[in-house]
């Protein structure tokens, strides 16, 4: 019997996550330039010219994980713009992180994979994506805080320092959990953001 329409992009879409999920954890294990187009799709388990149906160069797939990158920097904008209690918003922030920690590994392969592409000293397009990723997050953050500050239930001090640090801590976590993988243990979101709400 022949598949559908929506059963052969089904199947497709399948295919791509299990390249770009490959390709997430590699990039963070090994870096960009250690990776090759034979290891992502050895690790995805399809056939090289299968990879090649769908990225071209390892770089492509870099390419679309820094787009999905910036795309969440966009959802995490409209969350702070939309909501009127900046703590709500924190710890919504800070539930997520915790849970996907304790979920697995692939919030820590997404952000220890991103500072890697610095590591691998290129000067292309990407990396400016992904400065502008970290970037982003920074004054988002910063503007969440700079909100919460204004309303008095967070606690004073230099709002960019404070969402750098916060930053710090996320990318500190991440590579710890990588490190020792199962004798991580998952922190609080207390403990995350207990230096920024009173």
């Not at 691998?120 to 400016?128: G, Q, S």
């Amino acid at each position: 019997m022949a598949r559908t329409k929506e059963q052969n992009e089904r199947m497709r879409e399948k295919t791509r996550e299990k390249i770009i999920y490959a390709a997430i954890a590699l990039f963070a294990e090994k870096g960009l330039v250690a990776t090759s187009v034979q290891d992502i799709a050895k690790r995805a388990g399809v056939s090289v010219g299968l990879m090649y149906h769908y990225y071209k160069t390892k770089d492509d797939v870099f390419h679309e994980l820094v787009k999905q990158a910036l795309e969440s920097i966009d959802e995490l904008k409209k969350m702070i713009d939309n909501h009127e209690c900046p703590c709500t918003i924190l710890n919504l922030i800070a539930d997520d992180i915790v849970k996907d920690l304790e979920s697995g590994y692939e919030l820590s392969q997404w952000i220890m994979m991103l500072p890697q592409y610095f590591m691998a000293n290129d000067k292309t397009n990407c990396n400016h994506g992904v400065l502008d990723f970290h970037k982003r997050f920074i004054c988002e953050i910063s503007n969440l805080i700079k909100k919460g500050q204004s309303s008095g239930k967070f606690k004073d001090g230099d709002p960019d320092k404070m969402a750098y640090l916060f930053m710090s801590i996320i990318i500190g976590v991440c590579s710890l959990q990588l490190s020792v993988k199962e004798d991580f243990k998952v922190p609080t979101k207390e403990m995350l953001i207990g230096y920024i709400i009173k």
